[in-house]
């Protein structure tokens, strides 16, 4: 409801994600909302992996709790933290549950679909499962992406933006390569931006 209420969206694809068993959806990580975006949209609950820093945000960590998000941290700052969000995550998957990760790592600087990271591999090494890409369009220019200064820095300025959420056919796990997701999700940013720039498809 509260994403309805703030932005007007257009979802394409919400069938891509299994209605049943374990799944990775990968996704291009553009601001701060887009857990909540992506979250509301899917047909099923997902877990997602998200920066420690967010999870423990005084305003919203209870939500994060809430919906079982698993917080990773870098291991220069937490040593042995990503091995244990790792299983986290192999533990979520073996119980058939969906869960989102965000390749890039990072909020874009630049609006652009960043390299993919190699957290993704490691993942797949551990569990074979389903791989659907999906990618976010509308959200750069909002005050929780960093345009024009770091996410959350700025005073909100737009209100009913146009925001676009499109999944693309899920990828068995043997063709679930870095590359390939990344050229996906790039595919379906694409389109995303041309809804969000014209109002027609692309």
Same mark, same amino acid.
């Given at each position: 409801?509260?994403?309805?209420?703030?932005?007007?969206?257009?979802?394409?694809?919400? %069938?891509?994600?299994?209605?049943?068993?374990?799944?990775?959806?990968?996704?291009?990580?553009?601001?701060f909302?887009?857990?909540?975006?992506?979250?509301?949209?899917?047909?099923?609950?997902?877990r997602?992996?998200?920066?420690?820093?967010?999870?423990e945000?005084?305003?919203?960590?209870?939500?994060?709790?809430l919906?079982?998000?698993?917080?990773?941290?870098?291991?220069?700052?937490?040593?042995?933290?990503?091995?244990?969000?790792?299983?986290q995550?192999?533990?979520?998957?073996?119980?058939g549950?969906?869960?989102?990760?965000?390749?890039?790592?990072?909020?874009? %600087?630049?609006?652009?679909?960043?390299?993919?990271r190699?957290?993704?591999?490691l993942?797949?090494?551990?569990?074979?499962?389903?791989?659907?890409?999906?990618?976010?369009a509308?959200?750069?220019?909002s005050?929780?992406?960093?345009?024009?200064?770091?996410?959350?820095?700025?005073?909100?300025?737009?209100?009913?933006?146009?925001?676009?959420?499109?999944f693309?056919?899920?990828l068995?796990?043997?063709q679930?390569?870095?590359?390939?997701?990344?050229? %996906?999700? %790039?595919?379906?940013?694409?389109e995303?931006?041309?809804?969000?720039?014209?109002?027609?498809?692309?």
């Open positions: 409801m509260l994403v309805q209420l703030l932005y007007r969206m257009r979802y394409q694809g919400r %069938r891509h994600i299994p209605a049943h068993g374990p799944a990775l959806v990968v996704c291009n990580h553009v601001s909302m887009d857990a909540l975006v992506i979250g509301g949209a899917s047909p099923r609950p997902l997602f992996m998200m920066d420690r820093h967010i999870y945000s005084p305003w919203l960590n209870w939500l994060f709790r919906v079982g998000a698993i917080p990773v941290d870098s291991e220069r700052a937490d040593p042995g933290g990503l091995k244990r969000a790792l299983h995550v192999s533990q979520a998957l073996r119980e549950e969906v869960v989102m990760v965000f390749p890039e790592g990072r909020l874009t %600087r630049d609006g652009e679909v960043q390299p993919f190699r957290g993704l591999e993942i797949l090494a551990r569990d074979a499962v389903p791989v659907v890409p999906a990618s976010l509308g959200l750069w220019g005050w929780t992406s960093n345009c024009g200064g770091p996410a959350l820095g700025k005073s909100p300025r737009r209100f009913r933006a146009r925001v676009a959420l499109y693309g056919e899920p068995p796990p043997e679930a390569e870095r590359g390939l997701l990344e050229a %996906r999700v %790039r595919q379906l940013k694409a995303a931006d041309t809804w969000v720039t014209t109002g027609r498809r692309a």
